[in-house]
């Protein structure tokens, strides 16, 4: 009640979640998916500033109605396309008839487009990301349903409910017509029903070269009960599905890999084309006490792997020194001069911290409060090679493809997802 009246919404916008680059000034959008998004900017002396919080494009993404609790949303997750520039993201509302809300931003950042597309189904489900072909928006309809009642009774309102069944959809980019509302156009989408799971992150999708079907690959979940993906922890899976067109069917629907992962990374050159090479970071413990749940299982991440994405099978992966252990997601950035090719033509930045007390850090622990130690590793997409994990954190800094790494002069917390600004287009403070 009292964030109501400071802040004129009932709902706290974190802006935690997402960064989206707007592509020039070294300006980008912080992002909560149930929120509106805050602009800031990164200068050349590596300062970072609020230029405005809350931002709504001149009112175009209020909607009271369809967000009685934030007034407005933006997806923590759009995709940019390499050709057009365009910035493409699904998010849901929480109120009225079931929908996928799709934003379109133009390559100058501001807002082009924003529809409603309905969904079949009869309860709202919880749309976290989305992907891009050149000609489609695939929209993920998949029973982590959405029920804000649930909270009268002290439950969390989002829950996997397989019973409601699942769909995925293609909407074509051309019914992203200009609209001043979300409910103010409605553009019809292709569904395609797929075995019940949960969804949160997208790896890439593509169309053949024939037009005739579109693939998607993701990281696919099936929860063992109903608690949402911030009450329990659910392995999530490589996975592809393949849509014909001419026949409204997936003609595809398997898991491709067996190693649990999370967090993808692509090339963002090879965004809605067939990539052979996607990136994502794989836990080595699931399990025990977690005392700043939900969720109450801890997780610890300490690998990078380069995915063949056609073959499902596991090309590389980079392990961080014994002790270290990633904290968000890595980033992709791609080597100066280079051709997107398969999609190793670059370099993966990942953070990575030392809890208090890991051997041979004496060093390098900059913050005395909790001891902690962090670092910058900069590691070769196409050099990455499996190998033993440095038994301890000053034993072969740079190995499996690390090229460079840095000391932090900070702890850097656990956080979520991350992008790459090119300093070059950094102004000055």
């Not at 000053?394 to 000391?407: N, Q």
Request: proline share 7%; charged share 20%; aromatic share 8%.
């Amino acid at each position: 009640v009292a964030n109501g009246f400071r802040a004129l919404q009932p709902q706290k916008d974190t802006a935690n979640t997402g960064l989206l680059p707007l592509g020039s000034d070294g300006r980008f959008l912080a992002l909560m998916e149930q929120c509106l998004p805050s602009e800031c900017q990164v200068r050349s002396d590596g300062s970072i500033v609020t230029l405005g919080a809350g931002r709504s494009f001149d009112g175009r993404l209020m909607d009271f109605a369809r967000h009685p609790f934030a007034g407005g949303a933006l997806t923590a997750h759009l995709k940019t396309d390499p050709t057009t520039k365009e910035k493409i993201g699904v998010t849901y509302p929480s109120n009225g008839e079931p929908g996928a809300r799709v934003t379109t931003l133009g390559p100058d950042g501001f807002l082009s487009s924003d529809i409603m597309v309905p969904l079949i189904s009869d309860v709202q489900s919880m749309i976290h990301d989305c992907a891009i072909t050149k000609q489609y928006t695939v929209l993920l309809d998949l029973p982590m349903t959405v029920r804000p009642k649930r909270m009268l009774t002290d439950k969390f309102p989002v829950e996997y409910e397989p019973e409601a069944g699942g769909r995925i959809g293609l909407c074509p980019r051309s019914a992203m017509g200009s609209s001043s509302a979300a409910d103010a156009k409605a553009a019809e989408a292709m569904w395609f029903e797929v075995e019940p799971c949960v969804v949160l992150h997208t790896v890439n999708a593509h169309e053949s070269s024939d037009g005739k079907t579109v693939t998607l690959t993701a990281l696919r979940s099936k929860p063992s009960g109903d608690a949402s993906f911030i009450e329990a922890y659910s392995s999530a899976f490589l996975h592809r599905w393949v849509f014909d067109l001419a026949t409204s069917t997936c003609i595809f629907d398997e898991t491709i890999s067996e190693t649990p992962l999370e967090f993808p990374a692509l090339d963002g050159r090879l965004t809605g084309s067939d990539a052979k090479y996607g990136y994502g970071i794989t836990p080595c413990t699931i399990g025990g006490p977690n005392r700043y749940g939900p969720p109450f299982e801890g997780v610890l991440i300490d690998g990078i792997v380069k995915l063949d994405l056609h073959t499902g099978d596991t090309a590389a992966k980079w392990t961080a020194p014994k002790g270290f252990y990633l904290v968000s997601e890595p980033s992709f950035v791609p080597r100066v001069g280079s051709e997107a090719g398969d999609g190793d033509e670059g370099y993966l930045l990942a953070f990575v911290c030392a809890a208090a007390g890991s051997e041979g850090l004496e060093a390098e622990v900059s913050e005395a409060s909790d001891g902690r130690a962090s670092r910058l590793y900069v590691i070769d997409a196409k050099s990455m090679a499996a190998g033993d994990r440095p038994s301890s954190a000053t034993e072969d800094v740079l190995s499996g493809g690390a090229v460079a790494a840095l000391s932090l002069p900070g702890a850097v917390p656990y956080g979520l997802h991350s992008c790459w600004l090119p300093y070059e287009e950094l102004p000055m403070p």
